[in-house]
């Protein structure tokens, strides 16, 4: 009896094994240098006013369109 008691483990709560589990593919990750995050980050922030441009540009024109065909 006395071994089948220590056999016995306890269920892992899943809360815990979910920290666990994160923290181990957290270790796994390699992360970026300083420089490579600043290099990225300006990178994102060019993109994004490039697109903004962009599509300020489609939708002006769109606008336009819109307006010129709904005049007629």
Do not use: C
């Amino acid at each position: 009896m006395a071994e089948k008691a220590k056999k016995v483990k306890k269920k892992e709560n899943a809360v815990q094994r979910y920290i666990r589990e994160t923290t181990g593919e957290l270790r796994k990750v390699s992360w970026p240098t300083w420089a490579e995050a600043q290099r990225l980050t300006l990178l994102v922030l060019l993109v994004m006013v490039f697109v903004g441009i962009f599509l300020a540009g489609v939708d002006s024109l769109a606008h336009n369109l819109l307006t010129m065909i709904l005049t007629l």
